[in-house]
T-cell receptor, first 113, second 114 residues
Framework: GENVEQHPSTLSVQEGDSAVIKCTYS??????FPWYKQELGKGPQLIID?????GEKKDQRIAVTLNKTAKHFSLHITETQPEDSAVYFC????????????FGTGTQLKVEL | EAEVAQSPRYKITEKSQAVAFWCDPI?????LYWYRQILGQGPELLVQ????????DSQLPKDRFSAERLKGVDSTLKIQPAELGDSAMYLC????????????FGPGTRLTVL
C-alpha cells in the first residue's frame, strides 16, 4: 500500500518568514495530493491540493509543488502569520483506491511574533 | 456553510465498555469515511461507505469495531468492548462521491479509555 513520509515534525519560524514542509510517497500510481491544516480540537481542513498532471499550484500565500519523478511534494507558506500556527498534514490518493487518502505524520508549525 | 456533524465531541469510558459515535455528513454527500487519529499521527482510514454500502473496511478491527450507515445518510461507529489502545480522535469525513477528491472533515470525537 501507499506510504507517506513527512518532514519536519516540528517547525518554528518568525512572523513574516517562509515555511516549507516536505512529503514523499511510495506509490507511483498516486494521483492526488491534498494538504490539510488542523487546529487544536478541530478536524483537518483542506487548504490546497494538487493533481499529478500539474507541477505547481498557488493560492495567495500558499503554494504546493509536485515532483512525480522523485515522488515528493512540498507545501510553501510565505509571509507567515500567527494564525498559520497549526498542524499540517500531507496526504496521497492512489488511483483505484476509492478515494482513500494516506496521510503523513504531520508537522507542527509555530509562527513566533 | 454546510459542515460534517459529529457527536459526542468527547467521550470517557472504562475498558470493556461499549461506546458509539455518530456522524451526519454534508447533505447530498454519498461517500462517508471514518478515520482514527492517534495523538501525534495522521488520520488512518477505518471504513468507507458509498451510500449504505461498505467500500473499504480493510483496516477496521472487526472483532470489536462495527460501522453502519443504514439509510445512506448518517452513520454510527461502535466499539465493543473498548480497550486502552482505542484512545484516539475519531474523525468522520464526507465527499460528494468516491470519485471526487475533496473530503470534508467533522470536528471529531475524542475518546479516552481508562
Amino acid at each position: 500500500g501507499e506510504n507517506v513520509e513527512q518532514h519536519p515534525s516540528t517547525l518554528s519560524v518568525q512572523e513574516g518568514d517562509s515555511a516549507v514542509i516536505k512529503c514523499t510517497y511510495s506509490d507511483s500510481a498516486s494521483n492526488y495530493f491534498p494538504w490539510y491544516k488542523q487546529e487544536l480540537g478541530k478536524g483537518p481542513q483542506l487548504i490546497i491540493d494538487i493533481r499529478s498532471n500539474v507541477g505547481e499550484k498557488k493560492d495567495q500565500r500558499i503554494a504546493v509543488t509536485l515532483n512525480k519523478t522523485a515522488k515528493h511534494f512540498s507545501l510553501h507558506i510565505t509571509e507567515t502569520q500567527p494564525e498559520d500556527s497549526a498542524v499540517y498534514f500531507c496526504a496521497a490518493r492512489t488511483t483505484g483506491g476509492g478515494n482513500k487518502l494516506t496521510f503523513g505524520t504531520g508537522t507542527q508549525l509555530k509562527v513566533e511574533l | 456553510e454546510a459542515e460534517v456533524a459529529q457527536s459526542p465531541r468527547y467521550k470517557i469510558t472504562e475498558k470493556s465498555q461499549a461506546v458509539a459515535f455518530w456522524c451526519d455528513p454534508i447533505s447530498g454527500h454519498a461517500t462517508l469515511y471514518w478515520y482514527r487519529q492517534i495523538l501525534g499521527q495522521g488520520p488512518e482510514l477505518l471504513v468507507q461507505f458509498q451510500d449504505e454500502s461498505v467500500v473499504d473496511d480493510s483496516q477496521l478491527p472487526k472483532d470489536r469495531f462495527s460501522a453502519e450507515r443504514l439509510k445512506g445518510v448518517d452513520s454510527t461507529l461502535k466499539i465493543q468492548p473498548a480497550e486502552l489502545g482505542d484512545s484516539a480522535m475519531y474523525l468522520c469525513a464526507s465527499s460528494l462521491a468516491a470519485s471526487y477528491n475533496e473530503q470534508f472533515f467533522g470536528p471529531g470525537t475524542r475518546l479516552t479509555v481508562l
